[in-house]
């Protein structure tokens, strides 16, 4: 089933990832402390400068198969979502910290719900990189 690519990560693990997200939004609005967010910020900048995702590293404990036998999702896709999650999050903990309470909820609200989306079936980060990449591919074209 899995391609068993180098840069693929199995889905189970990318699922794991975006409920880690969900959650910790979540739990940020109901306890009303915005500065949980740093929790899946240092975990999305990890990823991002290190390569490394602690909740995807300690999900692999986890998994039945082998990692090749899930279906698999492209890692380029998937660091292209976390720059998206990671700018949203930084920008709702800046708004927090500068008083902007509506400012907050809508950078959150964004990453909540694009991963709670995302873990329904729809990923609107591969919708927005698809259009982007096809906009690039017509304007080559030209």
């Not at 306890?31 to 999900?59: C, D, H, R």
Request: glycine share 8%.
């Amino acid at each position: 089933m899995g391609s068993g690519r180098i840069n693929s990560i199995p889905r189970p693990l990318v699922q794991l990832n975006q409920g880690f997200i969900v959650s910790t939004v979540a739990i940020s609005w109901v306890i009303q402390i915005e500065y949980f967010l740093l929790l899946p910020f240092i975990v999305g900048i990890s990823a991002l400068l290190f390569n490394y995702n602690p909740v995807i590293k300690t999900g692999k404990l986890f998994l039945k198969k082998e990692p090749s036998a899930y279906h698999q999702e492209d890692a380029d896709q998937q660091q292209f979502n976390n720059i998206i999650a990671v700018s949203c999050l930084g920008a709702a903990i800046l708004s927090s910290t500068a008083g902007w309470s509506t400012a907050y909820y809508i950078f959150s609200g964004m990453v909540f719900m694009a991963a709670s989306v995302a873990l329904a079936g729809f990923c609107i980060g591969c919708f927005i990189r698809f259009q982007w990449k096809r906009f690039q591919y017509k304007r080559s074209l030209q």
